[in-house]
């Protein structure tokens, strides 16, 4: 079973910085690119960045420039790095696969919260 635990979310002045980090157990981290998705207050969760197992990224317009996702395929465990962050960036971030195709899997964590307001 596939488990996802993220965490460094937290509150954040407009301009600033947060990185948060994904710990992913089971056999899919060096099977599928890996993904941080975000899901604003009433919206539907949204792709934000994703990492190919050979590090490999690809950005949604949005967050390019200011977000790096990468990788440590020793610790299972894949980053995103947030600066010049905008209130429009408050959400509900998570991890996931994101396999061609067939996007993420079914399983999801509990995710973490970042919100940026002065």
């Known amino acids: 079973q596939v488990q996802f635990v993220e965490s460094g979310g937290g509150l954040a002045q407009p301009g600033g910085s947060l990185r948060l980090s994904c710990v992913v157990s089971?056999?899919?981290?060096?099977?599928?690119?890996m993904a941080w998705y975000r899901q604003r207050l009433g919206d539907q969760r949204e792709l934000v960045a994703t990492?190919?197992?050979?590090?490999?990224?690809k950005y949604v317009d949005a967050v390019k420039a200011r977000f790096t996702i990468s990788r440590d395929n020793s610790k299972n465990t894949v980053y995103l790095e947030m600066n010049d962050l905008r209130p429009g960036d408050t959400a509900v971030y998570y991890c996931?696969?994101?396999?061609?195709?067939?996007?993420?899997?079914?399983?999801w964590g509990q995710g973490t919260q970042v919100t940026v307001d002065s």
């Open positions: 089971g056999s899919i981290f060096n099977i599928y690119p």
């Open positions: 996931n696969a994101n396999r061609p195709q067939w996007g993420p899997l079914d399983d």
């Open positions: 990492i190919t197992d050979s590090g490999r990224t």
